[in-house]
T-cell receptor, first 112, second 112 residues
Framework: DAKTTQPPSMDCAEGRAANLPCNHSTISGNEYVYWYRQIHSQGPQYIIHGLKNNETNEMASLIITEDRKSSTLILPHATLRDTAVYYC?????????????FGGGTRLMVKP | DAGVTQSPTHLIKTRGQQVTLRCSPK?????VSWYQQALGQGPQFIFQYYEEEERQRGNFPDRFSGHQFPNYSSELNVNALLLGDSALYLC???????????FGEGSRLTVL
C-alpha cells in the first residue's frame, strides 16, 4: 500500500471548517483513500473513503485532486468532540483482505 | 446493535507470562482483525481471521497467535511477554474479508 504524509498537528476554531490535508503521491490506480479518526482512549472510527470522485457523508467531505496525489478531509463545522487523531490511509480494495496501514496521523485540536 | 466488544479492558502481566485477549465482532460480521497500538503511534496490523483461518499476517513474531471460533468471536494470544508488548490491542470486525472495519475500544496490556 502507498505511503501517506500528513501534518502532525492542526488547530481549528469551534464552528469553523477543519481542512485536513494528506499527500499520497505514489498512489496506484486501484488504491482507495480512506480516513479514520481516533478519539482519545477509543478505537479508530471510519469516516469516509473514495477512489477518484469527491465524496460526502453525514460526517465529512473528501476532496481528491484530479491526479489523485493528494486529498483533503473537510469537517464542515468542527465541534470540540471532533478533537482526535485523523489518519489518512490508502489501500487496495480486493479479495486479499482489508489490512490498514496506519501512519502517524494528524492530531486535530478544536478550540472554543 | 452491539458493536465490537473486547475483554478485558485493562490487564497487567509480568515478563515471560502469557496473555489471552478476547473479541466479539459486530453482529453479522464474520471477519476479525487484530491491531497493536503502542503509546503515541498508529495501530499496527497483527493478523486477520476469516472462516476460522488466519488469512493475512503482519510483521509480528510467532509469539502472537490467534483463533477464531464458529460464532466468529476471536482470541489473541501472546506468549513469553516482553516489556515492548505493552500496548493497546484493538480488535476490528468487518462483514466480509475486504469490508469496512469497525473497531472495538481495545484491551490495554501493561507488561512489568
Amino acid at each position: 500500500d502507498a505511503k501517506t504524509t500528513q501534518p502532525p498537528s492542526m488547530d481549528c476554531a469551534e464552528g469553523r471548517a477543519a481542512n485536513l490535508p494528506c499527500n499520497h503521491s505514489t498512489i496506484s490506480g486501484n488504491e482507495y483513500v480512506y480516513w479514520y479518526r481516533q478519539i482519545h482512549s477509543q478505537g479508530p472510527q471510519y469516516i469516509i473513503h473514495g477512489l477518484k470522485n469527491n465524496e460526502t457523508n453525514e460526517m465529512a467531505s473528501l476532496i481528491i485532486t484530479e491526479d489523485r496525489k493528494s486529498s483533503t478531509l473537510i469537517l464542515p463545522h468542527a465541534t470540540l468532540r471532533d478533537t482526535a487523531v485523523y489518519y489518512c490511509i490508502v489501500r487496495v480494495v480486493g479479495n486479499a483482505g482489508n489490512m490498514l496501514t496506519f501512519g502517524g496521523g494528524t492530531r486535530l485540536m478544536v478550540k472554543p | 446493535d452491539a458493536g465490537v466488544t473486547q475483554s478485558p479492558t485493562h490487564l497487567i502481566k509480568t515478563r515471560g507470562q502469557q496473555v489471552t485477549l478476547r473479541c466479539s465482532p459486530k453482529s453479522g460480521h464474520d471477519t476479525v482483525s487484530w491491531y497493536q497500538q503502542a503509546l503515541g503511534q498508529g495501530p499496527q496490523f497483527i493478523f486477520q481471521y476469516y472462516e476460522e483461518e488466519e488469512r493475512q499476517r503482519g510483521n509480528f513474531p510467532d509469539r502472537f497467535s490467534g483463533h477464531q471460533f464458529p460464532n466468529y468471536s476471536s482470541e489473541l494470544n501472546v506468549n513469553a511477554l516482553l516489556l515492548g508488548d505493552s500496548a493497546l490491542y484493538l480488535c476490528a470486525s468487518s462483514l466480509v474479508v475486504n469490508g469496512e472495519l469497525f473497531f472495538g475500544e481495545g484491551s490495554r496490556l501493561t507488561v512489568l
